[in-house]
């Protein structure tokens, strides 16, 4: 294969070959980074679109369909130990195979088969003259909107790092032709002539197998070294370079230019390249000047606590305004956000904040509310990605290299380790219960109708509990039933509530953590020592335990659902044969369960009811859908008088409540928690 005659001898000889098989899946995915071989060109063309972008007849000039192209996802991510490619997503390109880029990092020189001869591209040659083996090149025109085109890369090898400053010099080219200029290569590193290739961007060592070629040592800053068959995660490549965003200017709006992507191995075939690819905008180079800062409310917040921090975009031009800016928001593992509050949208699948235009001297702001676990530290990030003007001192993607430029800003969180106390709780409410499965059921959840924020205002709690979107779609034994109420109470005097949280009830009675599902509750802010406890429900009577329990930061497990379970007063609970439930009835809220006379809950039903807007007529048997308090058995529907109605539930309750003895229908059934 080799034909340049004074080239060292074929590295064949020289290491092992590995050969590989070729996979038939249309995605292959190690951990977080995700390849789509079997992309169309369809979704190539959609994966290279960016903001002011129009693009047209795309194909494939060179390059094995399902091996040597395709698009990625989860650059970003990390699967463990060394460096990520840092750019979201693209399209990829392989000297190989999927096999050459997916980590780990398992051998120092892995080779993929690719059968076609050398092909001979004059514009990639012009870089790297021996850069003609296993060739991927995607082609295809577009039309920008502005004058400059912007785009990220990340290239990398199996050459690293042995054959820096040798003729094994396989490069990345991105080659534009259209009006105003002939062909040129784009892609060069920033502030440099020097193209993508390995003599040009390296570890700034001269490599062992070095013959003597011409190379460039100075680049390193832009360079991720990945061992050498290592066993780091991320990348299977020996080296990478980090995110390299270059411009294109002195285009003409609305004309059209042919652009050329194209990637080859130098010398021989061996030893794999690849390349990591995104078209970020088109934009006008009349200048802007975008700043991005950040605010945490509490740098040091406490573990499994709550933080507000707040990202705030200014433009400190003083004549020009931008219309749309884009920033990328990097959240760490362990921070889940609660809710955001601010101006232009959030997009949570991809972590996008857009804004509408920004004035002259303006700023824009966006707030996000956030739990952060028990981790020594938290980082979150962001960097402004797009804005529809140039900004010279903005570099997207590039702030590993260049961190502290201003289009980039981060927060530090270093949680404190503030007294807190732990708690497993369960619990089961009549009202949904189900005597043959012993489960509740989910009915409100299933309709859609459990709140996403937590309903318990009316009983004194004003925390910002929210109901994430995964826990909301479970359909197990761990679905939601509904949310609930729980206190801590002074061991002297239990009318008085020391703490509170709101929380979810699983079908299977267990009380979890509603962005988590998470079983162990931390309550934040309360010391160690004996506290009552109690579990609420907005339509059921509230139930406590008997005496104060000795609480720590180890869990502390408080089973209501046990008739055993010791609680404060006579009857609190119904028993069944193999389960204790808390009795339902209390529409009002108010700590009794009355079926006629004064307050009594059946008017409450009633009420709600006759009142609604739909009930023109005023009819009693209307069936009024929704998250209402006189559903006692929670199927979504407040019912007074027909079928499924929420009545005979209540009425049956005081009429066989072990005190009434009479069966008075006046009885009025007293809760046990203290006011």
Not at 546 to 557: G, I, K, R, W, Y
């Amino acid at each position: 294969m080799n034909n340049m005659g004074i080239l060292q001898p074929h590295k064949s000889v020289l290491k092992w070959l590995p050969i590989f098989f070729l996979f038939f899946c249309t995605a292959t995915a190690h951990a977080q980074l995700t390849l789509h071989k079997s992309a169309t060109l369809a979704e190539l063309q959609a994966a290279l679109q960016g903001p002011g972008l129009t693009l047209s007849n795309i194909k494939i000039t060179k390059g094995l369909t399902g091996h040597q192209y395709g698009t990625f996802n989860g650059g970003l991510d990390s699967a463990g130990k060394g460096p990520v490619i840092g750019i979201p997503d693209g399209i990829f390109m392989t000297t190989g195979s999927l096999t050459s880029l997916l980590g780990p990092n398992s051998v120092p020189d892995y080779s993929g088969v690719t059968p076609d001869p050398p092909y001979v591209d004059q514009d990639l040659v012009s870089i790297s003259p021996y850069a003609k083996f296993d060739p991927v090149i995607i082609e295809f025109d577009l039309i920008p909107t502005g004058d400059t085109l912007n785009f990220v890369l990340s290239f990398g090898s199996e050459e690293y790092p042995e054959y820096v400053c040798s003729q094994f010099n396989d490069g990345f080219g991105l080659f534009v032709s259209g009006p105003g200029f002939s062909t040129r290569n784009a892609a060069f590193i920033p502030g440099t002539s020097d193209a993508i290739t390995i003599n040009h961007v390296n570890n700034g060592t001269a490599g062992i197998r070095a013959d003597g070629t011409a190379c460039t040592l100075g680049n390193s800053a832009y360079f991720n070294d990945n061992g050498n068959g290592s066993g780091n995660a991320n990348l299977q490549l020996d080296g990478f370079t980090k995110p390299i965003t270059a411009p294109l200017a002195g285009l003409t709006a609305g004309e059209t230019y042919h652009v050329k992507l194209a990637l080859a191995d130098s010398g021989d075939g061996n030893y794999d390249s690849g390349t990591f690819f995104k078209w970020l905008n088109s934009t006008d180079s009349h200048p802007v000047d975008l700043e991005l800062t950040t605010v945490a409310s509490n740098m040091a917040p406490v573990k499994n606590g709550t933080v507000a921090i707040t990202y705030t975009l200014t433009n400190t031009s003083t004549t020009s305004d931008v219309e749309q800016v884009q920033t990328l928001l990097e959240w760490p593992a362990g921070i889940s956000i609660l809710n955001q509050d601010g101006e232009g949208s959030y997009n949570p699948a991809t972590h996008v904040w857009s804004t509408g235009p920004i004035g002259a001297l303006a700023s824009t702001s966006i707030t996000f509310n956030v739990q952060i676990g028990q981790e020594a530290s938290y980082t979150a990030s962001a960097e402004i990605l797009y804005s529809d003007h140039e900004d010279p001192d903005s570099t997207p993607f590039n702030k590993a290299t260049f961190p502290n430029e201003d289009d980039t800003a981060s927060v530090t969180l270093t949680p404190s380790e503030a007294p807190h106390v732990t708690l497993k709780v369960r619990g089961l409410l009549q009202g949904p219960y189900d005597n043959a499965s012993g489960l509740m059921q989910d009915k409100l959840r299933q309709q859609g109708l459990l709140p996403q924020t937590q309903p318990y205002a009316l009983l004194g709690h004003n925390g910002t509990e929210m109901l994430s979107p995964a826990v909301a779609a479970l359909e197990d034994n761990d679905a939601p039933t509904d949310w609930v109420l729980l206190e801590l109470r002074e061991q002297t005097n239990p009318a008085i509530r020391v703490a509170a949280s709101v929380a979810l009830i699983q079908r299977d009675g267990d009380v979890a953590e509603p962005q988590t599902n998470e079983t162990t509750l931390h309550i934040p802010n309360v010391e160690e020592g004996r506290y009552y406890v109690t579990l609420r429900h907005r339509n059921h009577l509230g139930i406590m335990t008997a005496t104060p329990l000795q609480l720590s930061n180890t869990a502390t497990t408080v089973d209501f659902t046990l008739p055993e379970t010791a609680v404060s007063g006579k009857h609190s609970r119904l028993l069944e044969s193999h389960a204790a439930l808390l009795w339902a009835g209390d529409v009002n809220s108010n700590n009794s369960v009355i079926a006629s006379g004064s307050g009594n809950d059946l008017n409450a039903i009633l009420g709600a009811i006759l009142s609604h807007p739909e009930n023109i007529l005023g009819n009693s048997n209307l069936r009024l859908k929704g998250y209402l308090d006189g559903d006692l058995n929670m199927d979504g529907m407040n019912i007074y008088s027909g079928p499924d109605n929420d009545v005979n539930l209540l009425r049956a309750n005081v009429l066989q409540y072990p005190d009434n003895g009479n069966g008075a229908a006046n009885y009025i059934i007293n809760g046990s928690l203290p006011e």
